[in-house]
């Protein structure tokens, strides 16, 4: 081979390699832009499912602040308007409690005023609160001494003297056994801490200048008969 053969041919060989080399860099170059390509979108899309999360946790938070705040805003309305039925429950019972005594007391007054009509309005004798105990209460058993008082059944009442047989009598009790608890309930005008179970309120309807035990005892059995125990409660 001649000199300007291997010269030719080092030449064709060198520019094959040239070429050779530009395009593996254009390769290269091409495979290195699609990678950045390829990069940035799974950037932006990580960006982009990064603030859809963001915006959906936003989303439900915001939710969650706008139930929470109805709830809460539900559960003052309801606190509100259980105190408000609370004082109306409580005035309402008040009102009432207020307008039972007023009733009672005017019962009270208008029976008493009939048992003395019939009795007087001073001392009375056994024989005068018999004849008219058997006349009006149902179930009535007498007048009694203190030592002699007699077994009761639900529903008997009798009244009392406190002062033992033989004695002068002082003072007029009566006694009603209530069918409703099978107890048996004491009167005394004076109010005074006996034993059993007291009717009255604990305030003395007599005055110790008055001597109408007689006509008071007749009128609580009346009024226990026909409205019950609890009715003396607001006399």
Known sequence: ???????????ESSLTNNVRNKATEKVT?????????????QKQRTYEMSDMEVTKKHSNNVRNNEVTDKATKLQKQKTYEMSNNVVKDKETDSVTKRLQTAIYKNLYKTILKQVTKALGNTTTSNVELDAYGFKHIKNYLGTFSKDTQPTTKPGDSYIYNDMNRGSIGRHWIAVY?????????????????????????GIP?????????GQRGMTALLMVQKYGVDALDNV
């Open 29 to 41: 170059e091409s495979n290195n832009k699609a990678t950045d390509k390829v990069s940035k979108l």
């Open 177 to 201: 056994h209530n069918p409703t608890d099978n107890k048996k309930y004491t009167y005394d005008s004076y109010n005074r801490n006996l034993p059993g179970n007291d009717l009255g309120n």
């Open 205 to 213: 309807d007599q005055r110790y200048n008055q001597s109408n035990c």
């Open 1 to 11: 081979m001649t000199n300007i053969q291997k010269q030719r041919k080092a030449t």
